[in-house]
Nanobody, 125 residues
Framework: QVQLVESGGGLVQAGESLRLSCGAS??????????MGWFRQALGKEREFVAV????????YYSPSVKGRFTISRDNAKNTLYLQMNSLKPEDTAVYLC????????????????WGQGTQVTVSS
C-alpha cells in the first residue's frame, strides 16, 4: 500500500505562484517504478487531470489548460512529487490530489491506484 500526503496549498491572488508537494511512503512504493500525477477537483465538478511524470522523471504530460504555466517534477531520493504552479488563475481553484500509477504515462484517473487526500488551492481575482 502506498500512502500519499499533499502539502503546499493556500490562498493566493491571480498571477501569483505556489508549489505543491506530495510525499510518498509505504512498503510497496520503494523499488517500484510508479508514474505519479496531479489531479484537481473543483467544487461540484469532476476530477480533472493536471499533469503526470514518468517513474524516472524523464517524461511528462500536461493538460492543455495548465501547459506552459505548471511544471511537474519528482525527487525519487526523497520520495516526493512536486507541482510548480505559476501565473495562477481563478479557474485553477480546486483541491489538488496526487496519485501513483503502475502504467508508464497515464492521464486517466482510472489508471491511478493510490490517492492522497488533497490540498486546497484558492486563487482570488
Amino acid at each position: 500500500q502506498v500512502q500519499l500526503v499533499e502539502s503546499g496549498g493556500g490562498l493566493v491572488q491571480a498571477g501569483e505562484s505556489l508549489r505543491l508537494s506530495c510525499g510518498a511512503s509505504g512498503s510497496t512504493f520503494s523499488g517500484n517504478r510508479y508514474a505519479m500525477g496531479w489531479f484537481r477537483q473543483a467544487l461540484g465538478k469532476e476530477r480533472e487531470f493536471v499533469a503526470v511524470v514518468s517513474w524516472n522523471g524523464e517524461h511528462t504530460y500536461y493538460s492543455p489548460s495548465v501547459k506552459g504555466r505548471f511544471t511537474i517534477s519528482r525527487d525519487n531520493a526523497k520520495n516526493t512529487l512536486y507541482l510548480q504552479m505559476n501565473s495562477l488563475k481563478p479557474e485553477d481553484t480546486a483541491v489538488y490530489l496526487c496519485a501513483t500509477s503502475r502504467k508508464i504515462l497515464p492521464f486517466g484517473a482510472q489508471d491511478f491506484d493510490s490517492w492522497g487526500q488533497g490540498t486546497q488551492v484558492t486563487v482570488s481575482s
